[in-house]
Antibody, heavy 120, light 111 residues
Framework: QVQLQESGPGLVKPSETLSLTCAVS?????????WGWIRQPPGKGLEWIGT???????YYNPSLKSRVTISVDTSKNQFSLQLSSVTAADTAVYYC?????????????WGQGTLVTVSS | QSVLTQPPSASGTPGQRVTISCSGS????????VYWYQQLPGTAPKLLIY???ERPSGVPDRFSGSKSGTSASLAISGLRSEDEADYYC????????????FGTGTKVTVL
């Protein structure tokens, strides 16, 4: 059974960088699929952030591309999100997930989500 | 700002059929598969329909998807109280080097 678990600070100050990690168990990232991040502001809809393949190939949301970096560490079977210059508008539940790019567009496994609040 | 438009809400009584629309464009729905996700309150989204009309294992056949041109629909037949949730369509968009887009979301209420 594939499982994903997000981790990282729940509070980030404005203008700083948000950093989250997603640990994957039950499947080796090196075996395939794209892995990515989706966020959901409180009371609002889903927003796709981006994805990464084990080779390092990435896709990003054009509206966030200038501030987003997604990286992968196959030795630890995890991938990470960095979002720079955050503002209150970046407050959201952040989900890590499998799929959403390449030949496998269905997002079939999701983490439970982690709330990140941007506030001083 | 989502490029896939859904009605904000839909409702029905138990046993009824409810349909949710998803309107896109030639760069997303018009040229790629459509996916549907169900999000129960306080939980992560769950894949409900993939590749327009395929159901993952475990998803009841009360849920069905269809696509025509630049629009898609999700139908829930035999509505049940446990179907009360938010539903999102999604698709790959070929513009701007390619990216995934979600719909605006529809809240389904079982009356």
């Amino acid at each position: 059974q594939v499982q994903l678990q997000e981790s990282g600070p729940g509070l980030v100050k404005p203008s700083e960088t948000l950093s989250l990690t997603c640990a994957v168990s039950g499947y080796s990232i090196s075996s395939g699929y794209y892995w990515g991040w989706i966020r959901q502001p409180p009371g609002k809809g889903l927003e796709w952030i981006g994805t990464i393949y084990h080779s390092g190939s990435t896709y990003y949301n054009p509206s966030l591309k200038s501030r987003v970096t997604i990286s992968v560490d196959t030795s630890k079977n995890q991938f990470s999100l960095q979002l720079s210059s955050v503002t209150a508008a970046d407050t959201a539940v952040y989900y890590c997930a499998r799929g959403g790019s390449g030949s496998y567009l269905q997002i079939d496994y999701w983490g439970q989500g982690t709330l990140v609040t941007v506030s001083s | 700002q989502s490029v896939l438009t859904q009605p904000p809400s839909a409702s029905g009584t138990p046993g009824q059929r409810v349909t949710i629309s998803c309107s896109g464009s030639s760069s997303n729905i018009g040229s790629n598969y459509v996916y549907w996700y169900q999000q129960l309150p306080g939980t992560a989204p769950k894949l409900l329909i993939y590749r327009n009309n395929e159901r993952p294992s475990g998803v009841p056949d009360r849920f069905s998807g269809s696509k025509s041109g630049t629009s898609a629909s999700l139908a829930i037949s035999g509505l049940r109280s446990e179907d009360e949730a938010d539903y999102y369509c999604a698709a790959w968009d070929d513009s701007l080097s390619g990216h995934y887009v979600f719909g605006t979301g529809t809240k389904v209420t079982v009356l």
